[in-house]
C-alpha cells in the first residue's frame, strides 16, 4: 500500500459570503498558515478591521502527519462557534489553515442550536469561496560528494525530477534536496549505491 504523500491545503485568503440570521451578520474568513504565529497576526488584523463586532471566532489546523488544532469560541456558548468552524475543516479535508468568523450581535439571541448553525455555515462559505489546491508532503536530505561526481548526481536528480533547495559546489559538493515522501526511500537507495556519495534525511 503506497504511503499517502499529499495534503490539501488553500492558495491564498478567502471571505465568504455573510450569513445573516435575527439581524445578526457573520463574515467567515480563510487563511493559509503554518505557524501560531501567522494565526495571531490574522487575528488582530481582523480585530481591527472589525472592531466593532462582538465576536471572533475561530478555529485552525497545522501539520500534515503531526497535526495540532485548535478551536475557540471568543465568548459564545461552549462549543457553539470553534468545535463547529472546526467540523467544516474536517468536512474538507483541509490542513494549514485558519477559519474565523467575525460575528456582529442583533440584538437576539440565537439559541445555542442557532449559533452553531451560523458558523458551520460561515465556515463552510469561507471555504466554498477558497482555492484549495493539492501539495505533496516532501523529505529533505543533504549530499555529500566529490566535484567529479556531479554529473552522476545531477543526472538522478533531473530523472527524478528533484528539487534542489540549497547548493555549495566546490572541490567537496554539498546539495540540500527535496524529494516527494514516496519518493523518499528510492531516492535515498539511488544515492546510497553509489560509491563516494553520502545521503543523510535533514
Given at each position: 500500500m503506497l504511503e499517502k504523500d499529499t495534503f490539501k491545503t488553500i492558495s491564498k485568503p478567502a471571505q465568504g459570503d455573510i450569513y445573516k440570521d435575527k439581524n445578526s451578520k457573520f463574515y467567515g474568513y480563510s487563511f493559509p498558515v503554518t505557524n501560531e504565529n501567522d494565526i495571531k497576526n490574522h487575528l488582530e488584523t481582523l480585530r481591527k478591521e472589525h472592531h466593532s463586532a462582538r465576536h471572533w471566532c475561530y478555529a485552525y489546523q497545522i501539520g500534515t502527519e503531526t497535526i495540532s488544532y485548535r478551536t475557540n469560541d471568543d465568548g459564545e456558548?461552549?462549543?457553539s462557534a470553534g468545535i463547529p468552524i472546526y467540523?467544516?475543516?474536517?468536512?474538507?479535508e483541509v490542513t494549514n489553515i485558519l477559519i474565523v468568523v467575525v460575528r456582529y450581535?442583533?440584538?437576539t439571541k440565537l439559541g445555542v442550536r442557532g449559533l452553531i448553525n451560523a458558523y458551520r455555515t460561515s465556515a463552510k462559505l469561507a471555504l466554498e469561496?477558497?482555492?484549495i489546491i493539492k501539495e505533496t508532503i516532501n523529505l529533505l536530505f543533504r549530499l555529500n560528494f566529490k566535484y567529479k561526481d556531479m554529473g552522476k548526481v545531477m543526472r538522478i536528480l533531473k530523472e527524478n525530477r528533484v528539487n534542489i533547495i540549497n547548493q555549495k559546489l566546490e572541490h567537496d559538493c554539498v546539495l540540500e534536496i527535496s524529494v516527494r515522501k514516496g519518493d523518499g526511500s528510492k531516492i535515498l537507495q539511488y544515492f546510497k549505491d553509489s560509491f563516494g556519495i553520502e545521503i543523510d534525511e535533514l
Open positions: 456558548p461552549s462549543n467540523g467544516q475543516i474536517q468536512a474538507f450581535y442583533g440584538g469561496s477558497a482555492d
